[in-house]
C-alpha cells in the first residue's frame, strides 16, 4: 500500500490549507514531520522526513509544499529510502550564488539546494504569479531535478492566501504519480 507523506513549508498551514484537509480526510496522508510548524530548521525537517519514510517499507510519494520541497531536495541528495514520487508545489527560489554569512541560511531555508537530477519520479507545480519564484526559475528547478513541469497558471504561491482549499488538480496530480511514467 502507498504512503503519503506530506512535507509543510516553513509555517503552519492555515486551517483551510489544502494540505490540511487532505491529512485530515485521507488516512493515508501523514504529515512528515507531525506536527509541522516553525521554525524551519533544514537538519530537522530533513531528519524527520528521514524519519517518516524509513518508518515503514510500503513505498511513499511525497507531497511537499514550499520551503517542504527544499527539504526533500536536501533528503534526496543525502539519503535512500523507499520513495516512489514526488510531487512539489511551488518552491521558493534559492539563488545557488548566494553564500551565506557565518549565522545565517539561505532565506532561512537552507545552505545549498541541490540541484542535482531526483532518483524518484517528480512533478514541479509552478505557478505563474508565485512572490517566492519567477516562472523561469520554476522551470530551472524543475530541469535540474528532472521533474514533469506543470503550468498551473496565475496562483500566487498556491496556498490559502491565493484562494486553494481543497485544491482538486494537485488531488489529480498525485493520482497521476501512483501510475508507472
Not at 517518516?52 to 517499507?57: E, Q
Amino acid at each position: 500500500m502507498t504512503r503519503y507523506l506530506v512535507v509543510p513549508g516553513r509555517g503552519v498551514p492555515s486551517p483551510d490549507h489544502w494540505s490540511r484537509d487532505w491529512v485530515r480526510d485521507c488516512p493515508t496522508y501523514r504529515w512528515a514531520p507531525e506536527p509541522p510548524g516553525p521554525p524551519y530548521v533544514a537538519a530537522e525537517r530533513v531528519a524527520a522526513l528521514h524519519a517518516a519514510i524509513g518508518a515503514a517499507s510500503a513505498p511513499a510519494i511525497l507531497v511537499a509544499h514550499s520551503a517542504g520541497c527544499l527539504t526533500v531536495a536536501v533528503w534526496a541528495s543525502q539519503h535512500v529510502g523507499p520513495v516512489h514520487a514526488a510531487l512539489l508545489v511551488t518552491p521558493p527560489y534559492v539563488d545557488p550564488n548566494r553564500i551565506p554569512g557565518p549565522h545565517e541560511t539561505v532565506d532561512g531555508f537552507v545552505d545549498h539546494v541541490p540541484r542535482e537530477p531526483l532518483p524518484f519520479r517528480s512533478i514541479l507545480v509552478a505557478s505563474r504569479n508565485d512572490p517566492s519564484a519567477t516562472f523561469e526559475q520554476f522551470e530551472a528547478y524543475a530541469r535540474d531535478w528532472g521533474s514533469e513541469l506543470f503550468d498551473a497558471g496565475a496562483v500566487g504561491h498556491l496556498d490559502s492566501k491565493t484562494g486553494f482549499g481543497p485544491w482538486p488538480d494537485g488531488q489529480r496530480l498525485v493520482r497521476s504519480l501512483t501510475r508507472p511514467a
